[in-house]
């Protein structure tokens, strides 16, 4: 992905989910109100307001555990309703 000019890379994350490859980047915009922020290939993302809670929710993005994978699935069948 293409980093805008106030956006540094703090870290990528590569793993799988969902049967498919998942890469995680993390990056750290002093502009933003929440500056530190993931984005996974499959569109997910997710904001921070420091860079504690992101590399440990980037890791389980990319890794999730079977518990992890059951309550996607059960999110997914929640929002088709
Ligand atoms: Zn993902």
């Excluded at 530190?36 to 440990?56: H, I, K, N």
Aim: aromatic letters at 12%.
């Amino acid at each position: 992905m293409q980093l805008k000019e106030n956006e540094f890379r703090v870290g990528t994350f590569h793993g799988r989910h969902d049967g498919a490859q998942a890469k995680v980047t993390a990056i750290r915009d002093d502009t933003r109100p929440e500056p530190y922020f993931w984005m996974c290939t499959c569109g997910a993302s997710r904001s921070f307001l420091t860079e504690d809670a992101v590399f440990p929710t980037a890791w389980r993005h990319t890794h999730p555990t079977h518990l992890d994978r059951l309550r996607q699935w059960a999110t997914r069948r929640l929002r088709a309703r």
